[in-house]
């Protein structure tokens, strides 16, 4: 019911489940009551849709493969994404999922049309799961995810001339032995935010921030964004705007309708961050939202 929409059905439902609960868990009683919540938001968000025109991307940019994680360049020419293809450069199949592994693609819009996307190949690519995760403003500079064996980790590839160098591993203060999932560079590029599940956090992962250091030129220690953005859930998919006030994420545990919402908190003149803001139906629906990305203008 709740994933078909049928807010109050779904309501009726979770309630007559409460009632089966013999143990009175407290976690799945915190689950259920938590459904519950989703669906009065969801029937809030439905009741008042904001003004905003859907479409989907076409070919030759989506295929039958999973086409995921857009990131575009800041004057929107060049659009990086992660496909699992039967153009792979392993040329494997992941068995536990039965699709190929993941690669980096790229396309650029000429003439007001996207390309075909284009494999990156290698050195950017390689036989294991590689999938984009941000662009610099300047298209200079891209931050890519690598499996590392289920280490999930961030690593840096550098635009030279018309070749993208071999993918480097971001520093210990970035990457830990835990996971590191999504970043997004500020507009000046001396700011980076990213997501990580290593201890010490709120929840499960976390959005940190980190600054880049002049002298040791590399970037300095992270810091957890804290309690209003970070829930004892996951967020996830972090994107700074190039206002570097307006940061996007998705989230299970800010008010959602189900699954990952896609949340908006501003950065306030004291310096902390606002509580996030759903950023409402149709782009939010009852299943996961995640991997937003916005342009300059916030219209796009």
Known sequence: Y?????????IAAFNKYKTTLVSKNPLELEDVNKRIEECETAKKLVA???RAFIDNFGRPVNTKYPEYGAIISADESVM??????????????DLGLNEYYEDIYISNKIGGKWTEPENMGRPVNSDEHDAT???????QSMIIYIDDKGDGNLYECKL????????KKMNKNINTKSHESSASYSSDG???????NKPGGFGNHDIYVTSWNEVEKDWGEAKNLGPIVNTKYNEEAVVIHPDGKSLYFSSQGQK???????????????????VPENIGYPINTVDDDVF?????SGRR
């Not at 309708?257 to 961050?273: A, C, P």
């Not at 937003?292 to 300059?296: E, L, M, P, R, S």
């Open 2 to 10: 709740h994933i078909t929409m049928q807010f109050d059905k779904a």
């Open 48 to 50: 008042a849709p904001i």
């Open 80 to 93: 990086m994404f992660t496909s699992r293809r039967n153009t792979s450069t392993g040329g494997k199949l």
């Open 133 to 139: 995760v941000a662009v610099a403003p300047d298209a």
């Open 160 to 167: 030279v001339g018309a070749i993208w160098s071999k993918p």
């Open 190 to 196: 001396k700011t980076l935010y990213f997501v990580s």
């Open 256 to 274: 959602t309708m189900g699954g990952y919402d896609i949340f908006k908190s501003t950065l306030k003149e004291d310096g902390t961050w606002g």
């Open 292 to 296: 937003f990305v916005i342009n300059a």
